[in-house]
């Protein structure tokens, strides 16, 4: 049998991103004599308290409706798997690339976009709530750890990145017509300028496209052990029916479990190549000398093929219809928005329920400040943490332990 050599790193593309040439922190550290600042970037987030949180906010089901469905956690590891073997394949930086990966998910509230619907609508009066933001005000002020600064003190490159995971904020390019969050606003005006107008690294847009390629695939993953939809159900989709087909041609008899998990690592690979083919074509149309080249291009470096991107389209229609406006999804996200309201009014109302620290900070607080300290705190709960603390202050027969 013969056995496929493991391809070998890229020599690094002209327009990779280079620890040497960073832009630095917003406070100057001593440089690691083992490790690049994107290494550290990265490692930074991994012992981050937000990122060990994930492991108990859904992405889709809420944590006690089973234990093999992906988490918040376990995305961000698929996704940053995804990242570092697609910068990889393109001369980029991996580390770059995969702390931007395993960092774009920390701003999520608990009970996934349930969370977030309900937070948004809370925070309407008081400047809105938007995941990305807040993931950028988990890096930048709420995680608490360091001596010397709030945040984690990130480089440049990888707090670009995250701000424009889905594109340029202002300028043509901007995909929606909307203000810049306050809080990078504030960091813009009063530390360093992000460069709002233009497109993200190239590794900051790989990181981007393997959260869309991990999502989709481990939905269906996700969906089908649910029950949501069948193998039936998937025939007639693009890319998806074909991809099914061809494995269980391959394969007659094959067992239900492999043949999704074949299926499913097989559309990975699919999406994963197109990338890479359609990146190329347009690295050699372009011919980007720099990390800055790619910024200051007119659209973006990476991206899908438009074949993929109609596939991609179709398939999260599909998802959305069959999966994340299912009943039983429906049912449990009803509830999720509930608690999340209840205990947003309740804590702005009586700031004194909340633990001492978080007492502490919103003493003399107007209204709107306060708002937004009621929003962090309940943006960084777990499901379960969520659920407990609801129990708690709204069931009288829950000791207050």
Request: hydrophobic share 40%; charged share 30%; proline share 5%.
């Amino acid at each position: 049998m013969l056995h496929q050599q493991t391809p070998l790193p890229s020599p690094p593309a002209a327009f990779a991103c280079r620890p040497e040439e960073s832009r630095g922190r917003d406070f100057a550290e001593p440089e690691s004599p083992t490790r690049s600042c994107f290494q550290r970037d990265r490692d930074r987030i991994v012992h981050a308290g937000a990122f060990r949180r994930l492991k108990y906010k859904t992405q889709v089901f809420v944590y006690h409706e089973g234990d093999y469905y992906r988490t918040r956690l376990t995305h961000s590891i698929e996704v940053a798997q995804i990242a570092r073997s697609i910068s990889r394949s393109l001369g980029l930086n991996e580390d770059l690339a995969e702390a931007m990966a395993l960092a774009h998910d920390l701003g999520h509230t608990c009970f996934g976009h349930a969370g977030e619907d309900a937070l948004k609508a809370a925070m309407k009066p008081y400047g809105g709530f938007d995941h990305n933001e807040q993931t950028f005000r988990v890096l930048t002020l709420l995680e608490r750890r360091y001596a010397e600064f709030d945040g984690l003190n990130l480089t440049w490159e990888t707090l670009e990145g995250i701000v424009k995971h889905n594109g340029p904020l202002t300028g043509p390019a901007a995909q929606k017509n909307e203000p810049v969050p306050a809080t990078v606003a504030a960091y813009c005006r009063d530390k360093r300028d992000l460069e709002l107008a233009t497109f993200a690294s190239a590794e900051a847009q790989v990181a981007a496209l393997s959260d869309d390629i991990a999502y989709n695939n481990h939905d269906i993953d996700d969906g089908l052990r649910a029950g949501l939809f069948s193998l039936d159900d998937l025939r007639d989709l693009p890319l998806v029916g074909p991809v099914l087909a061809e494995v269980a041609a391959r394969y007659p008899g094959l067992e239900e479990g492999r043949l999704i998990h074949e299926t499913i690592r097989r559309l990975i690979d699919h999406m994963v190549t197109d990338l890479l083919a359609e990146t190329r074509r347009r690295v050699e149309a372009q011919r980007p000398d720099s990390a800055a080249a790619v910024r200051h291009l007119a659209a973006p470096l990476v991206a899908f093929s438009d074949g993929m991107r109609q596939n991609d389209r179709a398939l999260r229609s599909f998802l959305f219809a069959r999966m994340y406006r299912h009943y039983k999804v429906n049912r449990m996200t009803t509830k999720a928005r509930r608690v999340v309201h209840e205990l947003f009014e309740h804590y702005l109302a009586r700031p004194d329920c909340l633990p001492d620290e978080w007492q502490v900070q919103a003493r003399d607080l107007p209204e709107a400040g306060r708002a937004r300290l009621v929003a962090d705190y309940i943006a960084g709960m777990t499901d379960r943490y969520a659920l407990d603390e609801h129990a708690k202050n709204f069931d009288i027969r829950v000791r207050n332990a």
